[in-house]
Nanobody, 124 residues
Framework: EVQLQASGGGSVQTGGSLRLSCAAS????????LGWFRQAPGKEREGLSC????????YYYDSVKGRFYISSDSAKNVVYLQMNALSVEDTATYFC?????????????????WGEGTQVTVSS
């Protein structure tokens, strides 16, 4: 059974940082693309970043380029999202997802498995 468990969310002030973790199990981790997405109240779920585990290639959506950084640890089957310079607009529920597709399919429709979210709240 595929499991994706996101953690690391919390409350932070504007300008602060958080690191999210996604623990994966139930599938061949190195063969997958893993990604981070978020959904704010009343908004569509949006993509943030994906990483191709086998070679470490990454993709970032423009909204987070230069502020968020995705990484992975194959020994632990974990993907991280380092989030810096957070603003109130980053307040959302953050989800990790996994896909057998290529990095080009780093979007809501390209991911095969989704985990439960972790809440991030940024206050001014």
């Amino acid at each position: 059974e595929v499991q994706l468990q996101a953690s690391g969310g919390g409350s932070v002030q504007t300008g602060g940082s958080l690191r999210l973790s996604c623990a994966a199990s139930g599938f061949p981790f190195d063969d997958y693309v893993l990604g981070w997405f978020r959904q704010a109240p009343g908004k569509e779920r949006e993509g943030l970043s994906c990483i191709e585990i086998i070679d470490g290639k990454t993709y970032y959506y423009d909204s987070v380029k230069g502020r968020f950084y995705i990484s992975s640890d194959s020994a632990k089957n974990v993907v991280y999202l380092q989030m810096n310079a957070l603003s109130v607009e980053d307040t959302a529920t953050y989800f990790c997802a996994a896909s057998r597709n290529t990095l080009a399919h780093c979007d809501n429709y390209g991911m095969d498995h989704w985990g439960e979210g972790t809440q991030v709240t940024v206050s001014s």
